[in-house]
């Protein structure tokens, strides 16, 4: 089992930036590749983003193309996820996950889960 844990949502301002941090313990970290997902109230969990064990792999939604990236750094066991141009329709919970199946879009293929990081953006 992997434990994760998201750090880094806060509230911006429309056009400005947040980097997100997932904190992985327990099994090998390497083994996996992480997603980022995200809820907003009164909506359906979103893919994010995920990338490959190795990071040479990501895969975007459409909602985070051009404006989000994902890397990792293994030695650190974490995973980023450095969004830029937020607007306030990007106002959720975002959550890490990982897997054993790629960098997938599809939520059931994850695992573990972390509690969720807030991310408040205002106009």
């Known amino acids: 089992q992997v434990q994760l844990v998201e750090s880094g949502g806060g509230l911006v301002q429309a056009g400005g930036s947040l980097r997100l941090s997932c904190v992985a313990s327990g099994r090998t970290f390497t083994n996996y590749a992480v997603g980022w997902f995200r809820r907003a109230p009164g909506k359906d969990r979103e893919f994010v983003g995920a990338?490959?064990?190795?990071?040479?792999?990501?895969l975007y939604g459409d909602s985070a193309k051009g404006r989000f990236s994902i890397s990792r750094d293994n030695a650190k066991n974490t995973v980023f996820l450095q969004m830029n141009d937020l607007k306030p329709e990007d106002t959720a919970v975002y959550y890490c996950?990982?897997?054993?199946?790629?960098?997938?879009?599809?939520?059931?293929?994850?695992?573990?889960w972390g509690q969720g990081t807030q991310v408040t953006v205002y106009s």
């Open positions: 990338i490959s064990w190795s990071g040479g792999i990501t």
């Open positions: 996950a990982v897997t054993l199946w790629g960098s997938n879009p599809d939520p059931s293929k994850y695992t573990s």
